[in-house]
């Protein structure tokens, strides 16, 4: 390994190591996951109703992929917290569906503006061009990660003598997003 490049190592193993920037990671995917579903709680279901005002039960659990009764639950702590309200669809009474309370909107608002905050100062020092640069620059390292299989014989040594006791999962190739959780789904 050259000096270069084990410098750059060292570096992005302070960044992931960083709290900080572990929340913003953390934060990120929890927004750009698919209404949350990897996370717990009632605030996927709450910023799937801020998307689609209106919902019903059946609908978010459909959306969501998990039990009713599971949704019912979500949404009565957001009902207790004021945060949605229930109302009967006009046309069929017996059907309820979901709306944002003022108070939900609210809280929508600030996260989304504690995301835009903390996005602006992880990247404060960083000129548009740098910015500009450093995607281009990480969508190549991405691409490049793609096509290393940790099987291959080259990187043996790292699973005999770097990790005895906590072994690497069997990866197979392309398969770091669904491993890490960080693959970006569309919002």
């Given at each position: 390994?050259?000096?270069?490049?084990?410098?750059?190592?060292?570096?992005?193993?302070?960044?992931?190591?960083?709290?900080e920037?572990?929340?913003?990671?953390?934060?990120?995917?929890?927004?750009?996951?698919?209404?949350?579903?990897?996370?717990?709680?009632?605030?996927?279901?709450?910023?799937?109703?801020?998307?689609?005002?209106?919902?019903?039960?059946?609908?978010?659990?459909?959306?969501?992929?998990?039990?009713?009764?599971?949704?019912?639950?979500?949404?009565?702590?957001?009902?207790?917290?004021?945060?949605?309200?229930?109302?009967?669809?006009?046309?069929?009474?017996?059907?309820?569906?979901?709306?944002?309370?003022?108070?939900?909107?609210?809280?929508?608002?600030?996260?989304?503006?504690?995301?835009?905050?903390?996005?602006?100062?992880?990247?404060?020092?960083?000129?548009?061009?740098?910015?500009?640069?450093?995607?281009?620059?990480?969508?190549?390292?991405?691409?490049?990660?793609k096509?290393?299989?940790?099987?291959?014989?080259?990187?043996?040594?790292?699973?005999?003598?770097?990790?005895?006791r906590?072994?690497?999962?069997?990866?197979?190739?392309?398969?770091?997003?669904?491993?890490?959780?960080?693959?970006?789904?569309?919002?």
């Amino acid at each position: 390994m050259s000096e270069n490049t084990q410098n750059l190592f060292d570096l992005f193993t302070k960044l992931l190591r960083n709290p900080e920037f572990i929340m913003a990671i953390h934060q990120n995917h929890y927004r750009h996951s698919d209404f949350g579903v990897e996370g717990r709680g009632p605030g996927r279901v709450l910023r799937l109703i801020a998307q689609h005002d209106g919902l019903t039960n059946s609908e978010i659990a459909e959306i969501l992929d998990i039990r009713p009764s599971s949704v019912t639950a979500l949404v009565n702590k957001l009902v207790e917290r004021d945060f949605v309200e229930k109302e009967p669809l006009e046309n069929d009474k017996r059907v309820t569906i979901l709306k944002l309370t003022a108070k939900g909107k609210q809280a929508i608002s600030h996260v989304q503006t504690a995301q835009e905050s903390l996005n602006q100062e992880v990247f404060a020092n960083l000129t548009a061009a740098e910015q500009e640069q450093f995607v281009h620059l990480l969508t190549k390292l991405l691409d490049n990660l793609k096509h290393i299989d940790l099987r291959d014989q080259r990187y043996q040594a790292l699973h005999t003598y770097c990790s005895p006791r906590h072994h690497f999962p069997r990866f197979e190739p392309g398969s770091w997003e669904r491993y890490s959780g960080l693959k970006h789904h569309h919002w």
